[in-house]
């Protein structure tokens, strides 16, 4: 079930760019000839009105195909069909329709994370906090924010528990840790080693007090004794806070992806780290199975990350597209086919290298 929410997650936001395409072209009377989810060869279509809407076998994107987005085809089309055509709109026209594409992935982005932000999703807040580090989404608190995987903590306490008090005592954050490092090894020093004594923790869940002992372990790093929990809540917040703060995730992440970019094209301790669909689908079940907060995130930071990656200025690319349409307004005639593909090539290249490079990382990382 995990791996159907998955891919029906990544094709959502497929579907979505795609459709804000169609939406506009529709709206400003471009003539839209093909509707795809995935690439050709097509196993399915259906024709309504003057628009074909298909399925491809190839599982890699989809597009949104409308008359005369090459200038070259406009000789061949009949007087209504070419009036419609996309290059013969105004150019305001045709940028309205490219940016449609990924702005609504920027929408999906900023609706998802405030919503998480809204919700007081703990892991979900945890995750945009890892995305933007100015965000401190946590305060403090002697609640139970996260429990390590296989701590001491792990089989009794739950996310939220709230500790009144340790051994007897009432605690603050500092005081609960200082009583927890307290107790010592049953015997000698050394790393994992468990206390002699457990500690007694009283504890506040579901609105009732309850009283929990856990013997806790010496972690060498920390030079203490753990249970293996972080301490804290996370803040409440209001429409407004929620808002201004997913706009600051989504610009760290918008400067992260940019910045990535650059340094994969020259470091190749980063083009390591790069993946494909395959990857991308993959760690996207991964955050499924984690929990409903982290996938809802890893979804919005995957629709920023297509947005920004449409938007770079090489065809096909979105970015492209509005770049020379903007280079046609400021020039007042149309630029050559020639002089933009010339131009685009360049980039163009340098992300297929980052595409194919991706694909060795997987088929590697599949093949252990």
Request: net charge positive; glycine share 10%; charged share 15%.
């Amino acid at each position: 079930m995990s791996w159907v929410l998955t891919i029906l997650g990544i094709v959502a936001l497929i579907v979505l760019h795609e459709l804000g395409h169609f939406a506009v072209a529709k709206a400003v009377g471009m003539r839209v000839e093909r509707f795809s989810l995935f690439f050709p060869p097509t196993i399915a279509r259906i024709k309504r009105g003057e628009t074909e809407y298909a399925i491809g076998a190839i599982p890699a994107g989809g597009y949104v195909k409308i008359t005369g987005m090459n200038p070259e085809e406009l000789e061949d089309l009949d007087p209504e069909a070419t009036r419609r055509a996309y290059y013969n709109q105004a150019p305001w026209k045709r940028i309205a329709v490219i940016v449609a594409g990924p702005g609504v992935n920027i929408l999906i982005a900023f609706v998802l994370f405030w919503a998480i932000l809204l919700s007081g999703s703990r892991n979900g807040a945890i995750s945009l906090g890892n995305l933007d580090p100015s965000l401190n989404p946590v305060k403090t608190s002697t609640a139970v924010l996260q429990i390590e995987k296989g701590a001491p903590a792990s089989t009794t306490l739950h996310q939220g528990d709230r500790i009144l008090t340790v051994d007897g005592r009432a605690v603050t954050v500092e005081s609960a840790r200082k009583a927890i490092a307290a107790h010592a090894c049953a015997g000698s020093l050394r790393d994992g080693c468990r206390a002699a004594t457990p500690v007694r923790l009283t504890i506040r869940r579901d609105g009732r007090a309850r009283t929990v002992s856990i013997y806790p372990r010496y972690d060498s790093e920390a030079h203490r004794m753990l249970l293996g929990i972080a301490f804290g809540s996370i803040k409440d917040y209001g429409a407004f806070a929620a808002a201004s703060a997913s706009l600051s995730v989504m610009w760290h992440a918008t400067w992260g992806t940019l910045t990535g970019f650059a340094k994969a094209l020259t470091s190749s301790k980063t083009r390591s780290e790069v993946s494909s669909i395959v990857g991308i689908t993959k760690t996207a079940h991964e955050t499924v199975v984690a929990g409903p907060g982290l996938a809802i995130v890893f979804l919005g930071y995957i629709s920023l990350v297509l947005a920004v990656i449409n938007l770079f200025p090489f065809l096909p690319l979105d970015g492209g597209h509005v770049l020379w349409s903007v280079a046609e307004k400021v020039r007042g005639k149309r630029i050559s086919l020639a002089a933009m593909y010339r131009f685009s090539s360049v980039g163009i290249v340098l992300l297929l290298f980052l595409v194919i490079n991706g694909v060795s990382n997987d088929i590697g990382r599949l093949g252990g």
